[in-house]
């Protein structure tokens, strides 16, 4: 009987020093619970993903040189009996400096690295850049370890996209022997990837021959959030073991697996990996030693703020082995708060301000900023205009009074009205598009003197409908440092917002949103009688068409074959293709979807394809 830990951990890219303490300490807690193997997320040393970092000759040095500090620490600290698995930034030194950077995997055990692999698929594709900095690795190394009942058995090791490619080292674990996998994952989150990722441990462990150990990340990095959600199966595919979703946690079980052989094969054994190249075996014993006992300490570590969704109380607190599944809305909306929690707390800052409509927007931005770092660091601002209507300032200041933000009211009127009469000599009209996003422009200035003035990060309150359709104004309602519902089209942000305001009534809470703020027709508030409509197709419609084009990446031909209007089709096609040079101006935010504006999707500004016109 082997019990594994697998410590779903929230790393910093570029944090060295404090990512090795995290190595440490859920060693100690791992330890605690009598685990003989713990396993950490791919590129916990450094942080994932470290892109242009990779070209530092210092950063991967420095990786390196922490990497043997920590398996020193281990041993130090009472530690070195557990044998851990961890990602970190590596060299080859046959290689040159920036071209030879394998992203590693090591096994640390009785003070010292014992033994490291590289990753063997490297994906380019998403939100992935691997090509640009690494080279595949193709060594498994399987590791004999001594279980609780006196026998060893052997594990082998994986990195992420290695088991979401056909052959390679799945293909060399088989051929090994080895009873385990285990795999360090840093794998972001999308909508529906859960079940994908079950699906994919449970058919690689059945390929593999071996239980499989997926260990992930969690926490948001710019624009990624990662879920944790590692996964334990065993050999047949049967689900053993399960962590929580956004949160820390460490996830323990005991895994029946077969002894090795009592003749160990040869400590290198090249093989067939089914994939056009060879993978060398490589086998290390490591000495039986038992695991300490370590008494766990009381240690604060960072939790996400979910007041109203059912997670576990606290990192690890919860026994599994299966932690509770989360609804499809409460998965996105945990995700969204993850990224704006980590985004605002890595980058050093201490609170975040909002321009605040009392629209159904920046209600959901403002809400997901007060359950990410608490509504005592949340400031709005509200800033009525000319057109604005009495229930936007009601329905803001009810807000307010629901959930206890900082508010200022700073009415623009007058801001406005001297810049249009400063502007008119030179041919500036009193109505019209110039003078409407002029009132965004005064706005966005407002925001941005106050963020100087006291340090607030400014929260952008546009959603992946607008930015699609260039439905913002450039340094106006774009301006700002982050954007939490940028990748949430217009429709999810309704039900995102009745979903938490029905959450919060089922805990007994007071619902955050205005009911008001939800059911009103959107407007955007900068002519008379304005509309969302006056520009947009209703939101349902568009965003069925939006999600075709920039999704699913359907040219007009297929759009229209889906049964889309033509002239619809063409319309919106136009607007989202003229729109590229405002996104690319945009603040970066969460990736909730499987192509976000950002990482994702990586269009030319200067482009003069257009897809032809509906016939």
Avoid at 224 to 236: E, P, Q, T
Avoid at 473 to 487: C, E, Q, R
Avoid at 501 to 506: F, L, M, Q, S, T
Wanted: with cysteine; proline share 8%; aromatic share 6%.
């Amino acid at each position: 009987m082997l019990r594994i830990a697998l410590a779903q951990v929230n790393a910093t890219v570029g944090d060295l020093d404090g990512n090795a303490g995290l190595i440490v300490e859920w060693t100690r807690r791992a330890a605690a619970r009598g685990a003989r193997v713990a396993v950490f997320p791919e590129m916990m040393l450094t942080g994932y993903p470290v892109e242009d970092l990779a070209l530092r000759a210092s950063f991967v040095e420095a990786s390196i040189r922490t990497l043997h500090a920590v398996a020193a620490r281990l041993g130090a600290e009472g530690l070195g009996g557990i044998a851990v698995v961890t990602g970190y930034l590596d060299r080859r030194a046959d290689l040159a400096p920036r071209t030879g950077l394998p992203d590693a995997a090591a096994l640390l055990h009785g003070r010292r690295v014992v033994i490291t692999s590289a990753k063997h698929h490297l994906p380019n594709y998403g939100v992935f850049d691997e090509f640009r900095y690494f080279v595949p690795g193709n060594t498994l190394p399987v590791f004999r370890v001594p279980a609780s009942d006196g026998e060893s058995v052997e594990v082998a090791i994986a990195i992420c996209e290695d088991l979401w490619q056909d052959g390679g080292p799945v293909a060399a674990c088989r051929r090994s022997g080895a009873g385990l996998l285990v795999v360090p994952n840093a794998s972001p989150y999308e909508r529906g990837k859960d079940d994908v990722r079950l699906d994919l441990c449970v058919r690689r462990a059945r390929e593999a021959g071996a239980a499989l150990a997926y260990a992930n990340m969690i926490g948001g990095q710019d624009e990624l959030v990662f879920d944790g959600d590692s996964i334990l199966v065993a050999a047949d595919g049967a689900l053993l073991a399960r962590g929580p979703q956004f949160e820390e946690a460490l996830v323990v079980a005991d895994l029946d697996l077969p002894a090795a052989a009592p003749d160990q094969a040869p400590s290198e054994q090249p093989v067939d990996a089914e994939d056009g190249t060879t993978i060398t075996i490589k086998r290390v014993t490591l000495p039986a030693s038992q695991p300490p006992a370590v008494q766990l300490p009381a240690v604060q570590l960072p939790a996400v703020q979910l007041p109203a969704v059912q997670l576990p109380a606290g990192p690890g607190e919860l026994e599994g082995p299966l932690w509770p599944r989360l609804s499809d809305p409460a998965e996105v909306y945990g995700a969204l708060v993850t990224g704006v929690r980590d985004y605002v707390r890595k980058n050093g800052f201490r609170s975040v301000i909002v321009a605040l409509s009392g629209g159904i927007d920046s209600a959901l931005t403002a809400t997901i900023a007060a359950d990410a770092i608490g509504p005592s660091s949340v400031h709005v601002v509200l800033m009525p205009s000319r057109y604005s209507s009495g229930h936007s300032v009601s329905d803001a200041e009810d807000l307010v009074r629901r959930q206890g933000l900082h508010a200022v009211m700073i009415p623009i009127k007058s801001m406005v009205d001297a810049f249009s009469e400063e502007l008119a000599p030179a041919g500036f009209p009193e109505t019209g598009l110039p003078a409407e996003n002029l009132q965004a422009r005064v706005r966005g200035v407002v925001l941005m003197g106050l963020s100087n003035a006291a340090g607030h990060l400014v929260l952008t309150t546009g959603n992946k409908s607008e930015l699609a359709t260039g439905y913002s104004t450039l340094y106006g309602d774009s301006a700002g440092g982050f954007g939490p519902i940028k990748d949430v089209p217009k429709t999810l942000v309704w039900e995102l917002s009745r979903w938490r305001n029905a959450e919060a009534a089922r805990l007994g809470a007071t619902p955050p949103i205005p009911e008001n703020s939800i059911a009103k027709p959107p407007s955007a508030e900068l002519a008379p009688g304005q509309m969302d409509t006056d520009s947009l197709p209703p939101y349902e419609v568009l965003d069925a068409i939006l999600d075709d084009y920039v999704e699913k990446d359907m040219g007009t031909a297929e759009l229209i074959a889906a049964g889309h209007d033509p002239a619809l089709v063409e319309r919106v096609v136009r607007l989202v293709d003229t729109a590229e040079y405002k996104r690319r101006q945009y603040p970066p935010g969460p990736k909730i979807s499987q192509k976000n504006f950002g990482r994702d999707r990586r269009l030319p500004i200067t482009n003069r394809w257009r897809e032809p016109r509906p016939s």
